[in-house]
């Protein structure tokens, strides 16, 4: 993961309503939540500022009517925000004439919707041919390329079925193909596997692993799913009521969440596998174990069995083998059953 | 509180109709003379007037001085001539200039049964070809040529009227403000009677199999349009997305996402147009369409029953198959092919290369391939004509007895009742109605309709039609509701009602005069027979779909709670089922309203009579201002009936 920004979003709002542009600007373009409620106007993005760097995966999550799909749709311009900015390599999509946002979009960007969005009337290969055939690409040049994809994804053999004669699995392997078909730089997934039973599911997210190891690319994907959200992302954005409320590292979330919502999100995770010993070190103090000393980036699950083995507190030091605090018996013992203690 | 709601709207109603003595005249009847006071015009406006006057002003018309609209009308008449000259051509006249033969009555049953394969199996591929045998065999009388005749008629107008259709759809899915014109239009256009389509196609376009043609295309398009508005509408918007996310360029999105993805509407609009066609090719023969509907007419005016029973079941024939093959094109869903050679791959459509090869070859030779054995043709007239006489002969009395006693008894008093309201009583009702159903903009629509009806000066034959369609619509929902309700009970006689109805509703209407002249020759009574057959199926259908339709969850809560069988109906399925029940009294009533102007042929003195003048005098207004006047009861009752059963459903929150 670099630092290099591919989208850049300021000051995005989305209101729906009778005239959102008027009213927004009525309101010095800062409408209050009693001014939307009393004009009925519904706000699904609210003043959404962040940049998705090239090469991470952000996850959006959020539950139903959070605005996320909202959100996603505002970056690629599926929904034209009220208002706001959005940069996408250093072009303003907002501005940008339809002319360049559909090169934008047949070359750069590639989109997986919760319902696949597959065409009923086309194979799974002129489904995945698609995108190119919009661009005029010659049959042989783009089915040839479909069928790379088709492998990628793990469809072999199913070239010639239609849509309704798939697994909803692979129905959605076809709409992850179709996305891939331009090798865009930047993916938006929506929900993509949340239309699947678990099992399932669980090893669609397997697969993307997978392929984003092989990709690489810059992914902005959605979820109402936290533990979906902890095992794919990078960084993770959590809406409510149209606003990005905290946006940060899982770890980040877990162990400082921003306010009320976001700790009762994250408060049924198993905080061990995702907490690092450094989220609940202490300063050094008093006496520690001589047999045990711990890093301060390994996970609490990694460490719990050792150090609840030892007597005393222990030691922590960071990847230079300098000591920076203490890790006490007590603390770790809390951590790991905090979640029951509170019910 | 449901009460004082019902007491509200029936009070002053019955109030006006009580003390009808004391209101002024025009209260009661509309008056006969025009607002301005002008002499010898019938209704109080004079649309009739005003649409001819429009009429003749379009027909001397010239765009920039350069052509007349009859020009115009002539061009158009001129390219559906020569396609259909091409169409017989290959059915049934063969092409003389080339030397070259009409396809050969076996092919045509060949290729029916390997299609009919291909579709569905061998069920269909029987129907498919039986139709053909059946048309062959009973060709004595020519019903060969004049299916063919039929025949190419749909294949000439129904292709142009689904075009025309998918072309005004994509216009309302795409424009808001052609949406908001259209869509009212459709809903006019719905319910004209097809008769006023022939009158005005008669005048623009005379007489002949071209002008049916023509008025075939008007008729058949509107579900059409309809259908592609709700299927480019009801695209998931994801698929939209998904189009967009591509790079799809307009044209690209209509053409390689929206219309391949509103297949299922389509398909079903498709069925729609050619059946419409099939009902009024046949019916289009009174402005001298050529084919079956045309020998159908003149013996039924001769009153040959027999002869004109064969033509029908020959037309029946052809509806079911035609419907039973376009739904099967429609379930059609496409699968991958097998791997392998040609052959493999694409069996039907090698063994009908086979076949054209094998017929190509022996038809030199054989001769009876290109026509049928003559000898062979067989005529059941005499049979059915046996039929008639046997019934005349032995139920003519107890026949003629109970037609009498249901006209002395019932339809009479009925209709003296409904002619009795005064035209105050019913433009109060339906505003008061519609007020309690949709509000004021319903109550405002619903009064215009009937103000244009009095006005017209058709009041009190409107009276009679509406008369006869209440008849016809009580006694088709006594009969109706319950068989519905006794055929939703089980697996077999749900399925076994659904398929006579299915196949009942393909007959076009005027084949339902048939067996009613037979039995009461031509009456009231007949007519009001007619109706009630044909308008019995919505009410059917319906029934059963409402009482099927209930969630099982609701059903088994029920039986838990300790409901009996009958409990079960009267508490709990009847009242969930009850908003499909009233669309299906709905659909029974704009049936029976259609019947009711065919059934002016053999008969009656309502609106239908007089639009039967119209077409004879080739009067265009009138035969445009009663349509309307029929089609305005029909959106009358329609909007009344729609939005009750909407509020029914919202009330129960079924959406």
Redesign the interface.
């Given at each position: 993961m670099s630092n290099n920004t591919k989208i850049a979003c300021k000051e995005i709002w989305k209101l729906y309503g009778s005239n959102p542009r008027g009213f927004f600007e009525k309101n010095q373009r800062n409408p209050s939540d009693e001014a939307i409620k009393s004009e009925q106007y519904i706000p699904a993005v609210r003043n959404a500022t962040f940049d998705v760097y090239e090469g991470e995966i952000l996850v959006i999550m959020g539950l139903s009517g959070s605005g996320k799909s909202t959100l996603v749709r505002c970056l690629s311009r599926l929904v034209e925000p009220t208002w706001g900015k959005v940069e996408f390599d250093g072009i303003d999509l907002l501005q940008a004439p339809e002319k360049t946002l559909i090169e934008i979009r047949r070359h750069k960007m590639g989109m997986v919707f919760q319902n696949f969005a597959l065409l009923p009337h086309r194979t799974v290969l002129q489904n995945i041919a698609f995108p190119l055939e919009v661009q005029g690409i010659d049959r042989t040049t783009r089915e040839s390329k479909a069928r790379e994809i088709i492998d990628i994804v793990g469809l072999q053999g199913r070239d010639n079925y239609y849509p309704r004669e798939l697994s909803g699995g692979q129905q959605q392997r076809v709409g992850i193909g179709r996305s891939l078909a331009v090798e865009p730089d930047i993916w938006f997934l929506d929900e993509p596997f949340s239309a699947l039973d678990p099992l399932i599911r669980k090893e669609m997210q397997n697969e993307f692993i997978r392929l984003q190891s092989i990709l690489g690319k810059t992914i902005v994907f959605i979820t109402h799913d936290f533990d979906e959200a902890i095992k794919l992302a990078d960084r993770i954005a959590i809406m409510y009521e149209g606003i990005i409320v905290q946006l940060g590292t899982a770890e980040e979330l877990i162990s400082n969440p921003a306010t009320q919502y976001v700790a009762e999100f994250t408060r049924d995770i198993p905080r061990a596998k995702l907490l690092s010993v450094r989220s609940i070190m202490e300063p050094l103090s008093g006496t520690v174990s001589e047999h045990l000393c711990v890093f301060s980036d390994d996970s609490i699950e990694k460490i719990a069995q050792a150090v609840l083995a030892q007597e005393s507190d222990i030691q922590v030091m960071d990847q230079h083998s300098q000591v920076v605090g203490m890790l006490r018996r007590q603390r770790l013992l809390e951590t790991i059953f905090e979640n029951s203690s509170e019910e | 509180m449901r009460l004082n709601r019902a007491l509200l709207v029936l009070a002053p109603f019955s109030l006006l109709i009580i003390f009808k003595s004391w209101l002024p005249g025009w209260a009661v009847t509309p008056p006969k003379s025009c607002l301005g006071g002008c002499a010898d015009i019938n209704g109080m406006i004079p649309f009739v007037d005003w649409v001819n006057a429009a009429i003749k002003f379009l027909r001397k018309y010239e765009f920039f001085d350069a052509f007349t609209f009859r020009d115009i009308t002539r061009s158009i008449s001129g390219m559906i001539d020569s396609l259909l000259h091409f169409t017989e051509g290959l059915l049934h006249e063969g092409f003389a200039d080339f030397n070259i033969g009409a396809i050969p009555w076996i092919a045509l049953v060949g290729a029916a049964a390997i299609y009919g394969w291909y579709l569905r199996g061998w069920k269909l591929a029987l129907l498919g070809s039986s139709c053909f045998l059946y048309l062959a065999l009973f060709s004595k009388r020519g019903i060969w040529e004049l299916s063919m005749q039929t025949l190419s008629a749909i294949a000439v107008s129904a292709p142009i009227a689904g075009l025309i259709g998918v072309l005004v759809g994509i216009l309302a899915a795409k424009r808001k403000t052609a949406e908001r014109i259209i869509w009212p239009i459709l809903n006019v256009l719905q319910s004209l009677p097809h008769f006023s389509y022939l009158i005005i196609v008669a005048i623009f376009f005379g007489v002949g199999s071209k002008a049916g043609v023509i008025a075939t295309i008007i008729f058949a398009f509107p579900p059409m349009a309809r259908l592609t508005l709700v299927g480019l509408q009801n695209i998931?918007s994801?698929?939209i997305?998904?189009g967009?996310?591509?790079?799809?360029?307009r044209m690209?999105m209509l053409f390689?996402?929206e219309l391949?993805?509103a297949?299922n509407e389509l398909m079903l609009g498709v069925n729609q147009i050619i059946m419409q066609c099939l009902a009024m090719v046949v019916i289009a023969s009174f402005i001298g369409q050529s084919g079956l509907g045309h020998d159908l007419l003149t013996r039924l005016q001769r009153l040959a029953i027999g002869q004109a029973l064969e033509v029908g079941i020959a037309v029946v024939f052809i509806a079911i198959a035609l419907d039973r093959f376009s739904q099967a094109i429609a379930n059609k869903?496409?699968?991958?092919?097998p791997e392998g050679p040609f052959w493999k791959r694409r069996p039907h459509l090698t063994t009908f290369i086979g076949f054209v090869a094998t017929i190509l070859v022996l038809s030199p030779i054989v001769p009876f391939i290109a026509k049928f054995p003559e000898h062979l043709t067989i005529s059941t007239s005499v049979f059915w004509d046996g039929i008639v006489d046997y019934i005349t002969l032995h139920f003519y009395g107890p026949l003629a007895n109970f037609r009498d006693a249901l006209l002395v008894y019932f339809l009479i008093p009925f209709r003296s009742a409904i002619t009795g309201i005064p035209l105050i009583a019913i433009i109060d009702l339906g505003a008061c109605l519609g007020w309690k159903m949709g509000g004021w903009r319903l109550a405002l629509t619903v009064s215009l309709f009937v103000f244009f009806i009095a006005a017209s000066g058709y009041w009190v034959r409107a009276m009679i039609t509406l008369y006869m369609v209440l008849v016809s619509l009580m006694i088709c929902a006594v009969f109706g509701i319950p068989i519905g309700i006794w055929a939703s009970r089980r697996e077999w006689s749900t399925r076994l009602m659904q398929n006579i109805c299915d196949t009942f509703q393909t007959f076009p209407s005027f084949i339902y005069l048939l067996p009613v002249v037979m039995l009461f020759q031509i009456s009231d009574v007949s007519a009001i027979f007619a109706i009630i057959i044909y308008a019995s199926i919505p009410i059917v259908r319906y029934t059963i779909f409402g009482l099927r339709n209930v969630p099982q969850e609701i059903i088994e809560a029920a039986v838990t709670s300790g409901c009996t069988q009958n409990q079960v109906l009267w508490k709990v399925r009847l009242p969930v089922a009850f908003p499909e029940i009233i669309l299906g009294l709905n659909q029974t009533l704009m049936f029976g309203l259609f019947m009711v102007m065919i059934a002016g042929f053999i008969g009656t003195v309502d609106l239908s009579q007089e639009i039967f003048r119209a077409l004879t005098f080739n009067d265009g207004g009138k035969g445009l201002v009663i349509g309307l006047c029929v089609s305005f009861i029909g959106l009358t009752a329609d909007r009344l009936l729609v939005a009750w059963s909407d509020r029914q459903k919202q009330e129960y929150g079924l959406g």
């Open positions: - | 998931r994801e698929v997305e998904a967009i996310m591509s790079g799809c360029s690209q390689k996402v391949p993805s297949r869903q496409p699968t991958h092919l």
